[in-house]
């Protein structure tokens, strides 16, 4: 069994920073694909970066430049680094894992209960 937990959100104005953390409980956490997403109440969950076992990493447009995803298998966890934080980034943030590389596929069996990003113009 998966547990992730997320936290490190909050509320900031528009161009400031946060850094997100998601903590797994699980075994071999090193052969787990991650990812990061968002979610808008009454849209759908939205893929913002993922990372593999070999440290590739993959962003959504709206982010890439912006956000920078990494991972630290000896501490099981895994960070969000958001820069250049805009209004349109307001959402609940939601880690995930798998053993399946899904890239930002909302595909993953495992999720955390998910942090609030509010920023403000």
């Known amino acids: 069994q998966v547990q992730l937990v997320e936290s490190g959100g909050g509320s900031v104005q528009s161009g400031g920073s946060l850094r997100l953390s998601c903590a797994a409980s699980v075994y071999g956490y090193s052969a787990y694909s991650l990812a990061w997403f968002r979610q808008v109440p009454g849209k759908e969950r939205e893929g913002v970066a993922a990372?593999?076992?070999?440290?590739?990493?993959t962003y959504a447009d709206s982010v890439s430049g912006r956000f920078t995803i990494s991972r630290d298998n000896a501490k099981n966890t895994l960070y969000l680094q958001m820069n250049s934080l805009k209004p349109e980034d307001t959402a609940r943030y939601f880690c995930?894992?798998?053993?399946?590389?899904?890239?930002?596929?909302?595909?993953?069996?495992?999720w955390g209960q998910g942090t609030q990003v509010t920023v403000s113009s």
């Open positions: 990372i593999d076992t070999l440290g590739r990493t």
């Open positions: 995930a894992a798998d053993r399946i590389k899904y890239l930002l596929l909302p595909r993953y069996n495992y």
